[in-house]
């Protein structure tokens, strides 16, 4: 879809009744009756399932999936998928400032990455009513695959020199591959991913991320493609200065906070999405607790905050009922008519 997005994001932002736009990719397995190491190593079946999940539900824009493995891989990293799970990062390849210093910044195509491209352009010549958004990881939570997610919180303190070295070279490749989403897809945009700044304290997520962030969406956003910034720590209240100083198109927050206070927070004019539970809710829960957990975030949020797009926390885990996945959209239609 070749679209304005700027002006995609002013309708969406101004609709008095606004398409809810969950992380909703994995699930596809379920309709494709395939593990996520098939989906995760094709890239015609991730267009594929993009593709029949945009047929199913009525949302506001085809998000990919958050594998948040894809970028450290290209760097070296091992990763391990386990059936039924998103893959992980195993250990750490930067583990002192000399091995941050020598860490090399892949080429764009490393990797898994040239495949991930490669959905996300095939889902585009199939989705064709709507945007559809790739799904990248954030330069801290990248930085903190390659060091370890817990190591480098200690090295914020010990060693800010190394997290700085690898935040640079995690930034740089960033910019390389998100321009290639840009520039070889069709893509409307990304859907920035970095949870692992939502644990740092305000002013280590000021200096550790947001610079790095803001450097970013300065590199690649523009009319025509956007950055959504998604961060599901549950510090993301207390950082916010922080985080809308990053100029992204629009935020996307996790059910670790209260979603009401952080859109009092908020600028009016900037789209705020979030933040139903998807592994409490979506996943383990029923289609009665989705409905009455979807309409009563609305019922909180939607009358005093019309900036307010109702979505999922984070990405919909693999093997979710599509009966609740239904009934999450049922009860956004259902709030909407009784509003009306």
């Not at 049922?330 to 009784?338: C, G, H, P, Q, R």
Request: proline residues 6%.
């Amino acid at each position: 879809m070749k679209a304005n997005m700027k002006q995609w994001m002013n309708d969406l932002l101004t609709a008095k009744e606004k398409k809810a736009m969950p992380v909703l990719s994995f699930p596809s397995i379920s309709l494709m009756n395939i593990g996520v190491d098939e989906l995760i190593k094709d890239s015609s079946i991730q267009a594929k399932g993009m593709k029949m999940i945009a047929d199913r539900v009525p949302s506001a824009a085809s998000v990919s999936m958050m594998d948040l493995s894809v970028e450290a891989e290209a760097f070296g990293s091992t990763i391990k998928v386990l059936e039924g799970e998103v893959p992980t990062v195993i250990g750490s390849i930067v583990n002192d400032p000399d091995e941050a210093e020598a860490l090399e910044v892949p080429h764009v195509g490393a990797g898994r990455t040239g495949l991930y491209i490669e959905a996300i352009k095939k889902a585009c010549e199939l989705i064709t009513d709507r945007p559809v958004f790739a799904g990248v990881i954030g330069p801290f939570s990248l930085a903190g695959r390659l060091q370890d997610v817990s190591e480098i919180m200690v090295n914020c303190y010990v060693e800010p020199e190394m997290v700085k070295t690898t935040m640079e070279k995690a930034t740089k490749f960033l910019i390389e591959y998100i321009n290639a989403y840009k520039t070889q897809t069709g893509a409307g945009g990304v859907v920035m991913a970095e949870p692992l700044t939502g644990l740092l304290s305000p002013a280590l997520a000021e200096e550790f991320s947001a610079p790095y962030v803001k450097e970013i969406i300065d590199a690649v956003q523009d009319d025509n493609f956007l950055v959504i910034y998604h961060n599901c720590g549950d510090n993301t209240i207390q950082q916010i200065d922080a985080i809308l100083s990053q100029g992204a198109a629009a935020y996307h927050f996790g059910n670790a906070i209260d979603m009401e206070e952080m859109l009092a927070k908020c600028p009016a004019d900037a789209v705020i999405m979030g933040n139903i539970d998807p592994a409490g809710q979506i996943k383990n829960g029923t289609p009665e607790s989705v409905r009455e957990a979807t309409i009563s975030l609305m019922e909180k949020c939607c009358p005093k905050y019309p900036n307010f797009a109702i979505s999922t926390g984070c990405d919909v885990p693999p093997f979710s009922p599509w009966e609740n996945i239904d009934a999450f959209f049922a009860a956004v239609d259902e709030y909407y008519a009784s509003v009306r």
